[in-house]
């Protein structure tokens, strides 16, 4: 089994900048995709970015040259920074993880964490 904990959501201003962690423990595989997908009241959860353990890196367009995923491999933890905040980034944030190299990690989920950006 794996646990996420995400931390790091609360409230930003439209224009500024917001970082999320993800910390993962448990069962985890050497070779494995973290991710972050929100999901915006009334609609649709939609991934955001992932990592793999090598370290590539994929964007959905809405938050490219905005946002920055990454990790620290030894501690098992993802980062999510956001910057350029826009009010429709406002959603419940949740961190995933699948224990191999996927397009769209989903085994092992957080708890989720709330962003919320005023303008």
Not at 19 to 28: E, F, K, N, P
Not at 35 to 45: D, E, L, M, T, V
Not at 47 to 71: P, Q
Not at 89 to 103: E, F, G, K
Request: charged share 15%.
């Amino acid at each position: 089994q794996v646990q996420l904990v995400e931390s790091g959501g609360g409230l930003g201003q439209a224009g500024g900048s917001l970082r999320l962690s993800c910390a993962a423990s448990g069962s985890i595989y050497s070779m494995n995709t973290m991710g972050w997908y929100r999901q915006a009241p009334g609609k649709r959860r939609e991934l955001v970015a992932t990592i793999t353990s090598a370290g590539r890196t994929n964007y959905a367009d809405s938050v490219k040259g905005r946002f920055t995923i990454s990790r620290d491999n030894p501690k098992n933890t993802v980062y999510l920074q956001m910057n350029s905040l826009k009010p429709e980034d406002t959603a419940v944030y949740y961190c995933a993880l699948s224990n191999r190299w996927v397009v769209s990690p989903g085994d092992y989920w957080g708890q989720g964490t709330q962003v919320t950006v005023s303008s």
